[in-house]
């Protein structure tokens, strides 16, 4: 069964997350670019947010947003 395109809600853990409300992706914090939930990879726990790439992550660490 396929969902349909929208954007899922997740609980970010360290190494994993939780699925709040199912989708099929989630938006960058930094790019606002779309990353389907099943390639995820890059998320920071203590602000909850979801990055597109590595890069994105450490433009976020730095407080550098309009960067990424």
Known sequence: MDLPEREAVL???AGSYE???PGTYVTCAVS???VAVTALRYWSVARQEAYATAAAGLTAERG???AG
């Open 11 to 13: 609980l970010y853990g």
């Open 64 to 66: 550098d947003r309009d």
């Open 32 to 34: 606002g670019r779309r």
């Open 19 to 21: 699925v709040v409300r």
